[in-house]
């Protein structure tokens, strides 16, 4: 069973920056729409940034002009670039495979462990 793996996540102050890298999806990222999601404590997981097959970047409104989604299509790696960080970007960090170009949750793979992404004022 194919699941995500997320990396790079940690603890930074406010206003610092990280990088997140989404990897083994078993799918190539330019024939896919993957997704960036997160989950806060007692909320549900909601989509946060992804990128087209086509290399179409869309963010949520919460993360837009802080947040950068790439890929490398080389190392079918997909990026999540977070600058501007606030403590209530909080939360563990998922990617997947979504199966439309939808802004929903609706994706192909199970979810992997997540990337902890803790932000402190």
């Known amino acids: 069973q194919v699941q995500p793996v997320e990396s790079g996540g940690g603890l930074v102050q406010a206003g610092g920056s990280l990088r997140l890298s989404c990897a083994g999806t078993g799918v190539p990222s330019s024939v896919y729409h993957i997704g960036w999601y997160r989950q806060a404590p007692g909320e549900q997981r909601e989509l946060v940034a992804f990128?087209?097959?086509?290399?179409?970047?869309n963010y949520a409104d919460s993360v837009k002009g802080r947040f950068t989604i790439s890929r490398d299509n080389a190392k079918n790696t997909v990026y999540l670039q977070m600058n501007s960080l606030k403590p209530e970007d909080t939360a563990v960090y998922y990617c997947?495979?979504?199966?439309?170009?939808?802004?929903?949750?609706?994706?192909?793979?199970?979810w992997g462990q997540g990337t902890q992404v803790s932000v402190s004022s």
């Open positions: 997947n495979v979504k199966r439309d170009s939808g802004w929903n949750n609706y994706v192909y793979l199970s």
């Open positions: 990128i087209s097959r086509s290399g179409t970047p």
